[in-house]
């Protein structure tokens, strides 16, 4: 996409009262601080928000687990509320990304998080299976989507040469709060009940949230006019072919860390509680993993070229997880699934981001790839469900599904790198 040559842009100046300075800059030649306290700040809080965005949904195998015991619901249905929840946090990605662009950051985090934490409290007086759907499914996920996408609008205007690396550094609030927030459900459950367990989980998400608001500080001015949908990116091959990736990769993502500890306890024989520990240790592993992904997308083979590895990798991880069936293999599918799942996951966007030349963009275009992903996310783990349910409880088609479809991302995003750069083995893209 060519940048726009008459582009105007108002640069906040950060040192001088965080007033708006009018400086004339085009799209190509904008030059970021790419450092300082106040750009690494915003990847603290982007991290902040990552916790609550994406370590919430990615922590709802406890709860499959706790609602299948108590409601006694069929796999496939219990996971339409993980899968909606999921699906209008990528929905709703368009909007905000186009309101981030517009100037709406705080406004829109704190939107985002007042419903995030909302919802926690009503899910914790749900006792019946609609109730718990329209509290965590819906309310929490249209939160988490809203909240998502203007710390990475922020991130990307503060950094240009080490853009993956402050994108993979903010993801790792993904796995972390992944880490916290099942923890703090699965340990306390015995000794205060599921409802206070919710609570607290809640009063855990309220304190993040005010921190991450405190630290946010748009760099650029808004973008008041442009579209919601910018139809043109559709007519890039690399666009579109990157959108298709995404789409695949997430349809089969999230059947690891949704059924990994009920595959553990039917299967490899673990108890409860010890099955829950394979989903720490999972999401522990995508910590470290992400900003290792990012350093490698930055100074070695760019970042498309390491989504693009590190999603046949974790394809890979999911095709051996058939083979494992003791309680020592599932440890260690557990930190090869962790790790490769971080390290895709953590240069996700700035792969992206090395295809979009105007940084004003960035919200709305990655936007519109989450609207399109949504899909995916929804339709993921009830399929994988509902394969499990038709295989009379063998997990084994689910795993060969999931594990073809991730080979089949890498394959697109392979496509996308070389309709961007050609044939080009060495190519940093």
Do not use: H
Request: glycine share 10%; net charge positive.
């Amino acid at each position: 996409m060519a940048p726009e040559p008459d582009l105007e842009k108002k640069v906040q100046d950060t040192n001088s009262d965080n007033e708006c300075v009018a400086v004339p800059v085009d799209a190509a030649d904008f030059q970021p601080p790419d450092g300082g306290l106040v750009a690494w700040s915003q990847v603290v809080a982007g991290c902040l928000v990552n916790m609550l965005a994406w370590g919430y949904p990615s922590a709802f195998g406890v709860y499959q687990l706790y609602y299948r015991d108590t409601l006694r619901l069929p796999e496939a249905q219990i996971s339409w509320i993980g899968s909606v929840q999921t699906f209008l946090a990528f929905l709703t990605c368009t909007f905000s990304g186009r309101s981030a662009d517009a100037g709406y950051i705080r406004s829109t985090v704190v939107a985002g998080c007042f419903l995030t934490v909302f919802g926690t409290f009503m899910t914790s007086l749900a006792t019946e299976y609609w109730e718990i759907f329209l509290a965590q499914g819906v309310c929490t996920g249209l939160g988490l989507g809203v909240m998502f996408m203007p710390p990475l609008a922020v991130i990307s205007s503060y950094f240009r040469r080490k853009r993956s690396l402050a994108l993979a550094v903010s993801a790792t609030g993904t796995g972390l709060g992944s880490v916290i927030f099942p923890a703090v459900v699965q340990y306390l459950i015995p000794r205060v009940g599921f409802a206070w367990a919710v609570r607290y989980s809640g009063f855990v998400a309220l304190g993040i949230a005010v921190v991450a608001v405190s630290l946010l500080r748009p760099k650029l001015a808004p973008r008041k006019t442009g579209p919601l949908i910018e139809w043109e990116a559709f007519k890039e091959v690399p666009y579109v072919l990157y959108t298709l990736g995404a789409f695949l990769f997430f349809w089969a993502l999230y059947f690891g860390s949704f059924f990994i500890n009920a595959y553990a306890r039917n299967v490899a024989g673990f108890s409860t509680t010890d099955s829950v520990q394979l989903i720490l240790i999972l999401n522990g592993l995508s910590v470290p993993s992400r900003p290792v992904a990012g350093f490698i997308a930055d100074r070695c083979i760019g970042p498309i070229n390491t989504y693009a590895l590190m999603t046949l990798l974790l394809g890979i991880v999911s095709l051996a997880w058939i083979a494992v069936t003791s309680r020592s293999g599932m440890y260690v599918f557990a930190v090869f699934f962790g790790f490769t799942n971080g390290a895709a996951q953590g240069v996700f966007v700035g792969s992206l981001a090395s295809l979009t030349k105007d940084p004003q963009k960035m919200g709305t275009r990655f936007g519109m790839v989450c609207t399109i992903v949504a899909f995916a996310t929804l339709a993921g783990p009830p399929t994988s469900g509902a394969i499990i349910d038709q295989s009379g409880g063998k997990y084994v088609w689910a795993q060969l599904w999931a594990g073809l479809v991730i080979v089949l991302s890498a394959a697109t995003l392979a496509a996308a790198r070389c309709s961007s750069t050609g044939l080009k083995w060495r190519a940093k893209i």
